[in-house]
């Protein structure tokens, strides 16, 4: 690792081919780095990025994933990967150790807050159980739960986008259909204006968030979106960081999950 805390750095970003991995990358290359985008699409957006160097990668569920992002940090002297995916965490997660004892750095959170976010069963419980408002959820033995006269969204447990998504105003329907989409689990329709926080959690537990008005959504992600201030909204944004990130909520959560071998059912 370089000894100059600011001379320019080699960073590998993840996820070049939606807008937080482009933005980042872009960031970076402005603030002089010399950044390596990786996209598993040959035609990310972020590999057209001036003074980039693009990289195919597989998917993070692929078996050769691990393979490769070693290879690459290795063969083009990588000082630090950032995950702008988070489909990439939990693979990344497994291997800080191995890259780290070649001098390359991540920053990640701890494995139980990774879980909490990547699994929206896990999100919900830990939102629920620490009094931060979400929409009410139902998922495995507790779809018969399910309220009648409800308008509810069908979605995977695990995902971004809006892949396999479905709003449906019957009970029976929603039943029908948890057996259709992959790991299934119903919520129930809030409507209001959607917005997205991009946060971020400094070492000493500190966070900071913006907040974006989602103006126009293309398959789950906001193509466009316009920045607002609003306290009420901040204060929740920061109430969930805290109790996703705070070591002892998670360990509150690897506890119950030994006990129980899963996520325990929503309320």
Known sequence: MLADPIAPRRILVTGTGANPGFGLARSLTRLGHRVIAADANPLAPGFLLPQVVPQVIPTADDQDYRARMTELCRALAVHAVVPAIENDLP??????????????????????????????????????????????????????????????????????????????EKKEHALLLSELVPDAMVQERVYGTEFTADCLVDRTGRASAILRRRDLVKAG????????????????????????????ACAAYRASSRQTGRSPSPN
């Open 221 to 248: 992600l906001a193509a466009v979106s316009t920045t607002f201030h609003d306290a009420t909204v901040l204060d929740l944004v920061l109430a969930a960081l805290r109790v996703l990130y705070v070591p002892r």
């Open 91 to 168: 693979p990344l997660l497994r291997m800080s150790s191995r890259l780290g004892e070649n001098g390359v750095r991540m920053w990640l959170p701890e494995p139980a807050s990774v879980h909490a976010c990547i699994d929206k069963a896990a999100f919900h419980r830990v939102l629920t159980e620490h009094g931060v408002p979400t929409p009410r959820s139902w998922w495995g033995d507790a779809l018969d739960r399910v309220p009648e006269n409800t308008q509810l969204v069908v979605k995977p447990r695990r995902g971004h986008g809006a892949q396999h998504v479905h709003f449906v």
